[in-house]
């Protein structure tokens, strides 16, 4: 019984970090209503740039490890903030008028750019963080075996959590999320009752760029170090769990990303590891196929 409450506990914590992504996703796929492969890269990107610039930090700063990491932290967030501004003004809105399906290869393109850039300022080095805040944190123990999780994976759930509940009361109660709802109801109806669909539409894209990037940085701080491999595994995962919960459905698609890392690590507890990503992308297409089809906006029959 404690072997499977560590699994649900480990679960818990990347499970959190896929909520955060599914959240982001669904809420700028909203706007976008085409597949967006960039949202991966951008999430490997901010873990990348918080990791190099607190190296940048550490090394020729001098600055404490508090210093080094919130600098690290802030440039993630300002550097993908930058990001999401130059996509959703040069690239996705200019497309979403004229040739929607380009979308998908501009975001391809896109990643391929991010993976450079990343590559090229780490000079093709692999940069660690130190272990962080690795003390455990025993939440159940017997003779033999305790039930643990480090003071980092804790602070990462509740951020996470704490981001996820805030920005869905936004859209809830908000009329940032009233004018949301609208936009990826109908633009054109949206437009013709005064909502600014231009600035919904920008707002809706850095909104989920920050929940990626914020993905990004904790994934770091607990990995030490996150590659673009890790990036585009993610980001898949993200986008088939999306698809499976709903994609104009933000706070559904994150607790169906919250349940998938759960499922995740109790695979990895209980079978072979090796095949865990082969079952767990089989059991989304799976549900993917079986479940009942529901008409996006702006399809047609």
Known sequence: MLYFLQQLLNGLHIGAIY??????????????????????????????????????????????????????IAAAFAYSALTAWLLSHGVFQKLAGRSPNTIVAATLGVSLVLLELGRIAAETRDFWLPPLLAGPIVFAADNEFRV??????????????????????????????????AVTDDPAAAALCGVDTDLVFHR?????????????????????????DTGLVFGLKVLF?????????????????????????????????????????????????????????????
């Open 241 to 301: 769990v999306t698809a499976v919960g709903g994609y104009l459905a933000p706070a559904r698609a994150a607790l169906g990303a919250l349940a998938f890392g759960i499922a995740e690590s109790l695979w990895s507890g209980y079978f072979p590891i090796e095949w865990r990503d082969a079952w767990m992308f089989l059991f989304l297409i799976a549900l993917l196929v079986l479940r009942p089809t529901q008409q996006e906006p702006g399809t047609s029959v």
């Open 204 to 228: 809706s894209i850095l909104l989920g760029a920050m929940a990626a990037a914020l993905a990004g940085a904790l994934a770091g701080l607990y990995f030490g170090n996150i590659s673009f």
């Open 19 to 72: 909520a955060l992504l599914a959240f982001g996703y669904a809420v700028s796929n909203g706007v976008l209503h085409r597949t967006n492969l960039a949202h991966g890269a951008l999430f490997a990107f901010a873990g990348q740039t918080m990791i190099l610039v607190a190296v940048f930090g550490w090394q020729i700063l001098w600055l404490t490890q508090p210093a080094t990491l919130a600098l690290g």
């Open 148 to 181: 643990t999780l480090t003071a980092l994976q804790v602070v990462n759930c509740a951020i996470a959590f704490s981001a996820i509940i805030a920005a869905n009361a936004v859209l809830a109660r908000s009329r940032f999320g009233r004018e949301w709802r």
